[in-house]
């Protein structure tokens, strides 16, 4: 999937991701290729990317909110812990 992470201030992450594991408020949640369209509030915690190459990527997120679309793209805005 194609996958772009936000703050404020910069591009915590972009490119090709084979999956994404975050908190929400419905709870942990892993998105992956093909995912169901969704919109989501995001929860403190760690958000792990694992790359198109199988390298994985910690971001600690304060909170935030993701949209996934039903092309395969993501795109999440964080606010990243201090």
């Known amino acids: 999937m194609k996958l772009g992470v936000y703050s404020l ?8 991701a084979r999956s994404v594991n975050c908190n929400t408020r419905s709870g942990e ?5 093909h ?3 969704l919109i989501s509030i995001l929860e403190k ?3 792990t990317i ?4 199988g390298e994985k990527h910690y971001i600690p ?3 935030g909110f ?3 679309d039903s092309g395969s ?6 606010e990243e812990i201090k």
């Open 9 to 16: 201030k910069k591009v915590l992450f972009q490119g090709d």
């Open 50 to 53: 694992v790359d198109g190459q």
């Open 45 to 47: 915690g760690t958000m």
């Open 73 to 78: 793209q993501a795109k999440i805005l964080v």
């Open 61 to 63: 997120v304060n909170s």
């Open 29 to 33: 949640i892993t998105i992956l290729d």
């Open 66 to 68: 993701l949209e996934i």
């Open 35 to 37: 995912h169901e369209p």
